[in-house]
């Protein structure tokens, strides 16, 4: 029996719905949702991603602006923009274009980003309050995606579920697993230095990847009947590709995400969610 | 073969050496390296732990003082108290004594404790900067004692070895899982709600145990020759006892640490080192 697919585009629209109900609402009041994405330096890759969510907030009612900073700007001047961002009362989300110039560095910039605004979740103090599992102001939109793609799957009570998470970076795997332990999962973080990472893979209900490396997940790696979250976006010959070797693991799996259509479209929406979230807070509209 | 002995009273003392030689250099230049240990209300078991973190800071020229706030009071008079320790120049490291009164939430509280004397990692942002593996301020005593004992074990370079943290705590479980993971292990967090748990412990190579649940793991759920490290402590009939069934897992593992005089004699001058090191940062002295 070949495996559910979890469609990250049906889930996508029905958020979209609520998130356009809550922009509505907000504009209502006389206030617009707006995400600042700042820039430093030109790059195509970052100015085709900046375009896509432009049209994803405008479905949904939230203004997005690029604030674009010189390639050379200094440590300095950089976090003073994102320090200034967090003043003014009509920028409600503000996310930081990664990667940056190499001359920067991530940390103290990172540290900057005012954390009501921090909508994908850059300045760790977010993903300490995360990994408090205390409540954090925002969880980053991919590790927001999975989680909404799991509450949607046969797992959706992870208390108990062995999970592996392939990959521990710190805008997936280890935001990923931190959550997975807050809802009582038994979390196994594999990553490129485990030895015999099949032993770990297999034994997972869950498992979740995300390492950049197409097709690294095959059939023999995966439990009969477990559930696939699917993370990897690789271009492999003009192609979208993820890190999982679909055709033949979707034979053994109860569920997987595709790629493109899974994780993908849910992230976007994600993001946009917590700006409408950012605007609702720093305003005083209560959350639906 | 009964396993080696993981000795924490002799890593303490040789550890008491170094922190004593930095503490008697600060004091050479005039600078008293001091902790405040802040308490709201008063606890029996609380000022027993501040006179032994006394007594300890007496041997490594660290003065300890008791910062007592009545029982009564609120989240923002803590908030401030721990605020103006963090601009009194003669205070290098703070220490909030937990558990708190019912009445004050600890996560409001613990982000108004000054993150460069956050000595014991109570600021959800050194957790964070912890879990982003990009350098932390200070690692917490309990998790600095554990990866120093495995400093020590045969499992010093961690690198691809399978370890098994049982417990997921803010205080334990939780840093030590993340610190394991930038080593490079491949970690399974296990916890209460884990079914089967031998399944995991079984499978590890270093296995970690902080539960407070006295003799949880037994010799049947330990691989043999793994490397166990056994935080927990909990008085029994008088006596201090761990998380470990010692006598029984020790002719299992290949290397153990005893309750007492294990985990505990490291925490202690961990968190003094912390001290130490805030000192010498606060007074842009070179750390040897």
């Known amino acids: 029996m070949p495996a559910t697919i979890l469609d990250g585009r049906t889930l996508a629209a029905e958020l979209r719905d609520e998130v356009a109900a809550r922009g509505a609402r907000l504009r209502g009041r006389g206030i617009a949702p707006r995400l600042v994405v700042t820039i430093v330096g030109e790059d195509a890759a970052s100015v085709a991603y900046v375009r896509s969510i432009e049209r994803a907030g405008a479905k949904v009612g939230v203004d997005v602006t690029v604030d674009a900073l010189p390639a050379d700007a200094d440590e300095g001047s950089v976090r003073a923009r994102l320090q200034a961002l967090g003043g003014d009362d009509t920028v409600h989300g503000v996310i930081l274009q990664q990667p940056l110039p190499a001359h920067l560095g991530i940390r103290?910039?990172?540290?900057?980003?005012?954390?009501?605004?921090?909508?994908?979740?850059?300045?760790?103090?977010?993903?300490?309050?995360?990994?408090?599992?205390?409540?954090?102001?925002?969880?980053?939109?991919?590790?927001?995606?999975?989680?909404?793609?799991?509450?949607?799957?046969?797992?959706?009570?992870?208390?108990?579920?062995?999970?592996?998470?392939?990959?521990?970076?710190?805008?997936?795997?280890?935001?990923?697993?931190?959550?997975?332990?807050?809802?009582?999962?038994?979390?196994?973080?594999?990553?490129?230095?485990?030895?015999?990472?099949?032993?770990?893979?297999?034994?997972?209900?869950?498992?979740?990847?995300?390492?950049?490396?197409?097709?690294?997940?095959?059939?023999?790696?995966?439990?009969?009947?477990?559930?696939v979250i699917d993370v990897g976006t690789t271009f492999v010959d003009g192609a979208l590709v993820g890190d999982v070797a679909y055709d033949e693991v979707a034979a053994v799996a109860g569920e997987i995400t595709p790629v493109p259509g899974g994780v993908g479209p849910v992230t976007n929406v994600a993001l946009l969610r917590n700006v409408v979230l950012a605007a609702e807070r720093i305003h005083a509209v209560p959350s639906p």
Chains 1, 2 share one sequence.
């Open 108 to 227: 103290r910039i990172a540290e900057a980003m005012p954390p009501h605004k921090d909508v994908d979740g850059a300045n760790p103090v977010n993903l300490g309050r995360l990994a408090f599992a205390s409540g954090t102001e925002f969880v980053p939109a991919t590790p927001a995606a999975v989680l909404l793609l799991l509450e949607r799957s046969r797992r959706r009570d992870l208390r108990g579920v062995r999970c592996c998470m392939v990959g521990r970076s710190n805008v997936v795997g280890l935001p990923v697993s931190l959550l997975l332990m807050a809802r009582d999962a038994t979390v196994t973080v594999t990553h490129k230095e485990t030895v015999d990472l099949a032993r770990h893979t297999r034994d997972a209900e869950v498992l979740i990847v995300a390492t950049g490396v197409p097709g690294l997940i095959r059939a023999e790696m995966v439990a009969p009947g477990a559930t």
